[in-house]
């Protein structure tokens, strides 16, 4: 049995965008770039694309750029939007537990000059709208705030941040990391006044190594690779055009039914959370205000700590009975350093070493839900018995 | 340029009698790592010294790259093999090579001349002179040194063809793998163990290696790197068999009946147990650690006597007098460093004491072993029962 609950880390590609992917890469394989029939048919491809994944976000078409993937969306909105707009003002704001694709873009900008506020976190992982309010400047040339959290879920209040950044700056750009909520949830930038938006494939089922930024129409940006000139000039390279089609049918069939799904997630995650609960002295982290449904968080993820047992043993403990989840967040669990999350957050030292996370998809069933409790009821007790000192 | 290379092999040139052993060992270790080159090679001893002649076009960094991980090589010279197209045409071809090797040269030389072609019309001496004079016209800013040249040109008149080489390639030394017999080699994911098996196979032991995996406290991640690590090393010792043993019961057993400050010494004994029983069933001669005294606690002689004494077979533990930055040196020139440093917790970290003993009395360690006999051997017979064998090889 096979059990996979890390669909934070990535997730198994619906098949159906699997079988698209296939195809176009066996008959539909044109460059875009090239004159001849087969090139305007791959350039028709990628505007069916774009077309599809604007109307999910009530966008523009042109406005949706394809790139390699959730880092690389980062990375280009937020140095692309920093270097074109340098003269305005050198000043950027972000928060604490941003991706490290967030993070480390901000760290290498101050190696340039420019300078960073981390905004803190809660508790329960969200911001503070008095703090950016106050941490707002006439040189804020960039906000990026990340939509939900991908080691707590917890989901920042975006809408809100948008209409006071403009409010306060009318200048200051809004990009949001949607690599964990796309999908997830219902986002339309324009009404929350988000400038940049980074999505990635491979999180809502479709491939690896493709995700879009959107950038309104008017926002001032450079590109950061140079090249054929590609998708306006901002994103140079060969368009990846069986990715993007894989992309946005992921995208057309998640929100097909979204609301139905959604609803679904935070019954699973409630009745999940109750389940954990019965588990003598376990923690849900990022809950609001302790609000034990999870309504307020992702519908998808559980961060879970159980003191007295390190996250690792209890992750290879599930594995071996065929359950996958992630120990803190994939994209850090290579490196043995306590997460900026949850030190954010204001967990403790016990907490920071023992937190798991469960991350679910459209997959993820009641049995599989019951067996992995039945697990954890199972074992811990005996993983508790031998503890380092 | 090159077309052949002369093989220097300084330890095997003294083992008397034994010698044709040594070297047709010498020459099975190349052959088997130029299989994996491209081109083909034809590899002949004459006189003490082995050939490589390449048949084919070859990649020459590939090729001494490869020779450079053959135990029992001391030298590797590029050689430029030439027809006799009489000795004008062979002091230009010397000339050329000069230019092409040495260029813009100030250096001091030596001519170097050998006949095994007796009929050849000049003697050595007079080569040595001729070919002297004809460098000198070419090149005045050099000079000639016969005591202490800093280049010498070797020329070497052979039945078929004349030989010219004058570069030395440093190779690894050592004597080559399987003269020496086999050992079992304790293979943990850091960075001695895979030192130590280098340094031993170095004498021309063939390495076996057991690993010891306690899921899910360490991690299919963990065994991996050990994989990879023994396959760093099978680039030296040719194909490496890893034992996998699965050690999470025996060390749940110690944890719960002996004294925690006990614990890595007395799983220490249970692993040198096992790791000698696999070894004799391989015909392997003796156990490798990458112990170094004082390392940590379990490493101290107060501890090393304790795991000491539960083999008959000895315990070669090449690493005892180096300093860990002297190990990470040589981790680093085999190239092991990188995979050892990657972070995943090993069986010996994971429960280890805040203060473990590091003067066990082993009278009474025998005695807290005392309380494992109800179960110990069934579960050491299982664990051996389950040996995972895993081939590694480049």
């Not at chain 1, 609960?277 to 879970?304: F, W």
């Not at chain 2, 590029?78 to 230009?92: Q, R, S, T």
């Not at chain 2, 194909?239 to 749940?252: A, E, G, K, S």
């Amino acid at each position: 049995m096979e059990i996979y609950l890390d669909n934070s880390a990535t997730t198994r590609v619906f098949p159906e965008v699997a079988e698209l992917v296939t195809r176009m890469m066996c008959e539909d394989y044109g460059n875009p770039s090239s004159m001849h029939m087969k090139g305007v048919e791959a350039e028709r491809y990628v505007r069916q694309a774009k077309a599809s994944l604007a109307k999910i976000l009530k966008v523009q078409e042109k406005e949706i750029f394809f790139t390699s993937g959730g880092t690389e969306s980062d990375n280009l909105a937020i140095i692309g939007a920093a270097r074109a707009n340098k003269r305005q003002g050198m000043h950027l704001i972000t928060t604490r537990i941003e991706h490290p694709a967030v993070l480390q873009t901000m760290r290498y900008l101050e190696t340039e000059g420019y300078t960073v506020t981390y905004l803190p976190v809660d508790a329960s992982g969200r911001i503070c709208l008095k703090d950016l309010e106050q941490a707002i400047t006439p040189e804020t040339i960039l906000v990026s705030i990340m939509h939900t959290n991908n080691e707590v879920g917890s989901l920042q209040p975006i809408a809100e941040a948008g209409t006071l950044i403009k409010r306060i700056n009318p200048k200051t750009l809004f990009h949001v990391d949607a690599v964990q909520g796309f999908g997830k949830a219902v986002i339309h930038p324009k009404k929350m006044q988000i400038d940049m938006l980074s999505i990635s494939g491979h999180k809502i089922h479709g491939p690896k190594g493709v995700g879009i930024l959107y950038v309104g129409e008017k926002v001032k940006m450079h590109g950061i690779s140079y090249g054929g000139g590609q998708q306006s000039g901002l994103r140079s390279g060969t368009e990846n055009v069986p990715g993007y089609m894989g992309l946005a049918r992921a995208a057309e069939l998640l929100y097909g039914h979204l609301p139905q799904d959604m609803e679904r997630l935070y019954e699973l995650k409630a009745y999940f959370i109750q389940g954990l609960l019965k588990i003598e002295g376990v923690q849900i982290n990022g809950l609001v205000d302790g609000d034990m449904s999870g309504r307020g968080t992702a519908p998808h993820i559980v961060s879970v700590s159980v003191p007295g047992v390190r996250s690792e043993v209890l992750l290879h403990t599930l594995e071996d009975a065929g359950i996958y989840v992630s120990a803190g967040s994939a994209c850090s669990s290579h490196k043995p350093q306590p997460s900026e999350t949850l030190k954010a957050i204001g967990a403790d030292k016990a907490i920071l070493e023992s937190t798991i996370r469960f991350s679910f998809s459209v997959y993820t069933t009641r049995e599989e839900i019951d067996y992995t409790l039945k697990i954890m009821y199972d074992r811990i007790p005996m993983l508790r018995k031998y503890t380092r000192h | 340029m090159f077309t052949a290379f002369l093989i220097k092999y300084a330890e095997i040139g003294i083992k008397g009698k034994n010698r044709y052993l040594f070297e047709d060992a010498l020459v099975q270790q190349m052959k088997y790592a130029l299989k994996k080159c491209e081109g083909e090679f034809s590899i002949h001893k004459t006189q003490g010294r082995i050939f490589i002649e390449a048949q084919t076009e070859f990649d020459f960094d590939e090729v001494v790259g490869k020779l450079k991980t053959v135990f029992g090589i001391a030298g590797i010279c590029p050689v430029i093999a030439v027809e006799d197209e009489g000795f004008d045409k062979l002091k230009e071809t010397v000339v050329q090579y000069i230019a092409d090797v040495y260029p813009g040269c100030t250096k001091t030389f030596k001519v170097h001349a050998r006949r095994t072609r007796k009929n050849y019309p000049k003697d050595s001496m007079t080569i040595n002179m001729e070919m002297g004079d004809a460098i000198l016209k070419a090149y005045p800013e050099m000079k000639v040194d016969v005591h202490e040249p800093q280049i010498m040109f070797n020329i070497e008149v052979r039945e078929r063809k004349i030989y010219i080489y004058s570069e030395i390639i440093p190779g690894p030394g050592g004597m080559p793998v399987g003269t020496g017999g086999k050992a079992m080699l304790l293979l943990s994911g850091g960075i001695d163990s895979p030192v130590a098996g280098y340094m031993i196979a170095k004498r021309g032991v063939k390495i076996d290696a057991v690993y010891f995996h306690a899921p899910p406290y360490t991690s299919e991640r963990a065994k991996q790197k050990v994989v990879d690590l023994a396959r760093l090393v099978s680039r030296y010792t040719g194909p490496i068999y890893l034992h996998v043993i699965n050690f999470t019961d025996i060390q749940m057993y110690i944890y719960e009946k002996c004294p925690h400050e006990e614990l890595t010494i007395i799983m220490r004994r249970y692993m040198m147990r096992i790791a000698e029983h696999i070894a004799k069933e391989n015909e392997c001669l003796g156990l490798i650690t990458g112990e170094s005294i004082g390392q940590v606690a379990s490493q101290t002689m107060n501890s090393l006597i304790a795991t000491n004494e539960v083999c008959e077979l000895p315990v070669y533990r090449p690493l005892i007098g180096f300093d860990k930055q002297e190990i990470v040196e040589v981790s680093e020139k085999i190239g092991t460093y990188e995979t050892s440093i990657l972070p995943y917790e090993d069986c010996c970290t994971i429960f280890v004491a805040k203060h473990p003993v590091t003067k066990p009395n082993v009278n009474v360690i025998r005695r807290h072993e005392e309380n494992l006999a109800e179960k110990i051997d069934e579960l050491v017979e299982t664990a051996l029962k389950t040996d995972e064998l895993i081939i590694v090889s480049e």
